[in-house]
């Protein structure tokens, strides 16, 4: 077992802030949740558990020793407005917020920053994609994330800090966006409807369960060895058709597909997957269970 | 000859800026010449011909539409600090003004905007880089003006408006930062040195005179069907040796150069040139003294 360290988490009431936060109090680790929602807070299982931090991150006046303390890891989660990846916030107000809370952290004294990234950095490339594959993102979301990282790079020539880029693939699980592939069909599932619309299903993707995601990024945080682009992915390609069947399946539900109601998006290659060699070495040496689970 | 057009020039007192000044204005254009720098503007050639307005492009409260009137046609080749290519600034500072000025400017009517790019956004990649080759750049400077023309791509998609990005390769002549290696020869030749220090001068490059990179940018702003990125380029790769030792000799000098006193750049691939089918086409259609010239 790791040593217990004080983690600073943004975004802490997000999707996967909510299960990232849960992991790393489960592991014993002393986390700062950190988010703009308290009501949303308050519903979450964490919720009494840890220290909450309310406050904007863009507050110019913000007073990060006396909210946070001295944190030995920040886990940067917050990206507000997904997944409305074409829009001009991703750049003009996601990226300074996140550029400037980073390096204000940085300066502050906090040595390993990890933060998600994203598989919309690769735009239209097809097939495995490596943490070696250049980046070349056409949409609003991913060029910002891409530039983001970009920049904390450049940084890290400046001052000296260990740079995490989680890039997360798909995922699915509780508390995703309402909009969501899996939110609509859960919802489909406990409406009992007979027919769920979606696009083709033809799309070959790299999906993993948030709690994995999760689990993920608390033994990554719990390595800093491990770091620069790391690829968060299962490495195995499925079709949103068979992961939406199989689903369905394990729910013990009928629920017929109606394929190709929806088309396909403009701006997703049909078929990308991940390789994600550093997590998965990590994984291998870290968690005898995986090997375990996977046979 | 085309139609006498209202254009509005960034970085007029700059090294590109104060020969594109020029080079409209001697062609009929109604050129507004917009610097930061009086003393600078008044030392040039183009002083008291065109309208020159002297503000900060980053002053929020600035009035475009009482300031410039309502040009047809925006140049923006203001970029601060260089040649300084690691500096955050470029990401911090100029890449936010660049943008906001820009997209304030769209927003205020303006319906062709050409800007520079530099061969910089395309990283550490050899051989010839067409139009089409990805970007993948890697320093502050080079991201920053990636992450500029990526976002305004995407702008594009709100507004529209055409995009003329000129990438710029390697250019040379008067008003040329001090720094440089054809101001530093120019001096030496000033000053009838003996010896002049460089690399090792095996670098293969593209260079064009400043004169000629000012009449491409005048021509593809007098094109607006010439668009997206444009390579701004020979399409010769020379190698900074007999470059050099070229421009020595046309100035009769015997000046000796003490090859390999500086390293190699490490940003740099040692061999990279440009292919720029859009401007070469443009220069054949348009300009038949092309031809001519280069028999």
Chains 1, 2 share one sequence.
């Not at 056409?138 to 450049?154: E, H, M, N, P, V």
């Not at 009992?192 to 299903?201: A, C, E, L, P, T």
Request: hydrophobic share 35%; proline share 4%.
């Amino acid at each position: 077992m790791s040593k217990k360290k004080t983690i600073l988490v943004t975004g802490a009431t997000g999707f996967i802030g909510h299960h990232v936060v849960n992991e790393l109090h489960n592991k014993g680790h002393n986390v700062i949740a950190f988010s703009r929602h308290q009501k949303k807070a308050e519903l979450l299982s964490w919720w009494g558990k840890v220290k909450f931090v309310i406050a904007d991150m863009q507050d110019p006046n913000l007073n990060i020793r006396e909210l946070f303390g001295e944190p030995e890891i920040l886990i940067h989660l917050a990206w507000a407005g997904l997944p409305n990846y074409h829009a001009m916030f991703h750049y003009e107000e996601n990226l300074p917020a996140s550029y400037h809370f980073i390096i204000k952290m940085v300066k502050s004294g906090v040595k390993q920053v990890l933060v998600a990234g994203t598989c919309l950095e690769y735009g239209m490339q097809y097939g495995k994609l490596s943490e070696e594959t250049h980046t070349e993102p056409i949409t609003s979301y991913g060029i910002a994330k891409d530039t983001l990282r970009k920049f904390l790079q450049i940084y890290q020539q400046n001052i000296s800090f260990t740079l995490q880029w989680v890039r997360l693939f798909y995922t699915y699980g509780t508390g995703q966006n309402p909009n969501s592939l899996f939110a609509q069909l859960n919802s489909a599932l406990d409406h009992k409807d007979d027919i769920f619309n979606m696009s083709g299903g033809e799309q070959l993707r790299d999906y993993l369960p948030v709690e994995e995601v999760a689990h993920r990024i608390a033994l990554v945080a719990e390595h800093p060895e491990c770091n620069g682009v790391i690829n968060c992915c299962s490495g195995n390609p499925i079709s949103i058709r068979r992961l939406v069947e199989e689903y369905i399946l394990s729910h013990g539900s009928g629920l017929n597909l109606n394929l190709g109601y929806f088309p396909y998006q403009e701006y997703e290659p049909m078929a990308f997957w991940g390789e994600g060699k550093k997590i998965h070495n990590l994984l291998l040496k870290n968690d005898e269970n995986f090997l375990r689970e996977k046979k």
